[in-house]
Nanobody, 117 residues
Framework: QVQLVESGGGLVQAGGSLRLSCAAS????????MGWYRQAEGKQRELVAA???????NYLDSVKGRFTISRDTAKKSVDLQMNSLKAEDTADYYC???????????WGQGTRVTVSS
């Protein structure tokens, strides 16, 4: 059983910063990638940022230059540093883990980020 525990969401003013963290626990032996999706009210879930365990990253165009994803391979964790936050970044953020082997991804319970304008 694999669990992802997220932390770091909250309320922030536009222009502010937040850092999201996600740590994996349980029987996970090899990770291919971890990352963050978000889902705003009334919108589809979208990939915000992802990082392979080798260190390659990709970002949603609208967050490039503002968000930075990083991982700690020993701790099996991933962080998302979010700077210069905008009202349109308001959403529920979900951590995910893609195993190197296996049939599906694992998901966290979600953490809410609210950016007030």
């Amino acid at each position: 059983q694999v669990q992802l525990v997220e932390s770091g969401g909250g309320l922030v003013q536009a222009g502010g910063s937040l850092r999201l963290s996600c740590a994996a626990s349980g029987s996970i032996f090899s990770i291919k990638a971890m990352g963050w999706y978000r889902q705003a009210e009334g919108k589809q879930r979208e990939l915000v940022a992802a990082i392979t365990w080798g260190g390659n990253t990709n970002y949603l165009d609208s967050v490039k230059g503002r968000f930075t994803i990083s991982r700690d391979t020993a701790k099996k964790s991933v962080d998302l540093q979010m700077n210069s936050l905008k009202a349109e970044d308001t959403a529920d953020y979900y951590c995910y883990l893609k195993p190197a082997y296996g049939l599906g991804d694992y998901w966290g319970q979600g953490t809410r980020v609210t950016v007030s304008s």
